[in-house]
């Protein structure tokens, strides 16, 4: 007995490999909204399929939000370390902006609020244009943000962080530079640091 015989294969397909190759679905990312309502209508069936798989489904449906984890740790984005920060930037700003808007709301920002928390926090590696433009760019494909404008290198460009950014951050190494990163800025914010640790350039899981 065919167990998709009432589940539209092609639809079905076509979700099951967005997720896959692109780990979040966003209910209000319009390239995204019909794979999020097809997973929905038939979650059940996804929830079996990524479990052969090896993966668990995670649906946050108050923050329109679907994912993937592999709880054994493996299939996931080796990023650099100038895209970690700027992901675990991206994440305190979420965090700050959340606060400020209502549960419906969106979390949205500018480019120079990015770079003006990068430059706190003393990086070797300079964050040119060119560099900010690939990994927004980046983030981007894996529906983390989305750019209201067209050059994502501009500091007036203005940003929507997904929620799904909260699900970006998920391993131990990566807390740890999200906790560190988050006191050092503290620290700036309290006028407590004059010069700060310049972080070498490394690949992150």
């Keep these: 007995m ?31 909204a019909s794979e999020y309502n097809f997973i929905l209508n038939y979650r059940d069936y996804f929830i079996s399929l990524f479990e052969v798989l090896g993966y668990e489904l995670v649906i946050l449906e108050d923050q329109g939000v679907i ?12 990023l650099k370390k100038i895209e970690s920060m700027i992901l675990l930037i991206i994440r305190l700003l979420y965090i700050e902006e959340r ?3 209502s549960q419906t709301g969106e979390v949205v920002v500018i480019v120079d609020q990015i770079i003006d928390k990068y430059n706190m926090l003393k990086m070797q590696n300079k964050l040119d244009k060119t560099t900010m433009r690939n990994v927004m760019g980046l983030f981007r494909r894996y529906h983390l943000i989305f750019n209201l404008d067209s050059d994502m290198s ?22 740890e ?3 560190a990163a988050k006191d050092k800025l503290d620290k700036y914010t309290r006028g407590g640091e004059d010069r700060a640790e310049a972080y070498d350039d490394e690949e992150t899981d």
């Design 67 to 78: 994912g993937i984890n592999n709880p054994a740790g493996t299939g996931r984005i080796h």
């Design 177 to 179: 530079m999200y906790q």
């Design 99 to 101: 606060k400020k808007v």
């Design 2 to 32: 065919d167990v998709l015989e009432n589940v539209p294969k092609d639809k079905f397909r076509a979700a099951a490999n967005k997720l896959l190759n692109e780990c979040f679905i966003i209910k209000k990312d319009k390239n995204t």
């Design 154 to 175: 501009n500091p007036d460009t203005r940003v929507i962080i997904y929620p799904s950014i909260l699900l970006a951050v998920a391993n131990a190494n990566l807390e």
